[in-house]
T-cell receptor
Framework: GQNIDQPTEMTATEGAIVQINCTYQTSGFNGLFWYQQHAGEAPTFLSYNVLDGLEEKGRFSSFLSRSKGYSYLLLKELQMKDSASYLCAVRVEAAGNKLTFGGGTRVLVKP | DTEVTQTPKHLVMGMTNKKSLKCEQHMGHRAMYWYKQKAKKPPELMFVYSYEKLSINESVPSRFSPECPNSSLLNLHLHALQPEDSALYLC???????????FGQGTRLTVV
């Protein structure tokens, strides 16, 4: 099976930077995804990493180290609307390429 | 069109009822998924259809019955559910099983 760990909650101030870590233990790793989910809404796709390194998309960046089983999502210039849950999901080739989600990190942005 | 559309948005059903959840996408995606999500928990995979064939069933009880009538539609038939089945049911689709999934808004199901 897969073991995917994220912090449960984080609080940050508007305009600041927050880094959400995700560690995973799995065999047959075939990519890592980050999703944002506002309360009562569907998850929306943020980023995808399959090779080591940093992927940048505007205010959001995601980093992957396959050898360490580690990823982070970096949110810059935080806005109030960034208050949401952030889900790390790992794709495993041996399991039919299905996505398995971590428990999610609830981020609260304060003024 | 980058949407996955789910109907109904809300559903209340009794334990003896039969109902169906519907999901539709017109992005030409060949993989479609059903997830179940309880409050403050991550989505849990239930079923995966790839090219209209069931490829993954995550040991879901038979009171949940998926159906993929064509490449754009995915149904989830519900029968004799239990109150603990109350949850948000999410449909998703992706280009293929290995690419990012796009989620619908979900159906919030309450079993009474």
């Amino acid at each position: 099976g897969q073991n995917i760990d994220q912090p449960t909650e984080m609080t940050a101030t508007e305009g600041a930077i927050v880094q959400i870590n995700c560690t995973y233990q799995t065999s047959g790793f075939n990519g890592l995804f980050w999703y944002q989910q506002h309360a009562g809404e569907a998850p929306t796709f943020l980023s995808y990493n399959v090779l080591d390194g940093l992927e940048e998309k505007g205010r959001f960046s995601s980093f992957l180290s396959r050898s360490k089983g580690y990823s982070y999502l970096l949110l810059k210039e935080l806005q109030m609307k960034d208050s949401a849950s952030y889900l790390c999901a790992v794709r495993v080739e041996a399991a039919g390429n299905k996505l398995t989600f971590g428990g999610g990190t609830r981020v609260l942005v304060k003024p | 069109d980058t949407e996955v559309t789910q109907t109904p948005k809300h559903l209340v059903m009794g334990m003896t009822n039969k109902k169906s959840l519907k999901c539709e996408q017109h992005m030409g995606h060949r993989a479609m998924y059903w997830y179940k999500q309880k409050a403050k928990k991550p989505p849990e995979l239930m079923f995966v259809y790839s090219y209209e064939k069931l490829s993954i069933n995550e040991s879901v009880p038979s009171r949940f019955s998926p159906e993929c009538p064509n490449s754009s539609l995915l149904n989830l038939h519900l029968h004799a559910l239990q109150p603990e089945d109350s949850a948000l049911y999410l449909c998703a689709s992706s280009q293929d099983r290995g690419t990012e999934a796009f989620f619908g808004q979900g159906t919030r199901l309450t079993v009474v």
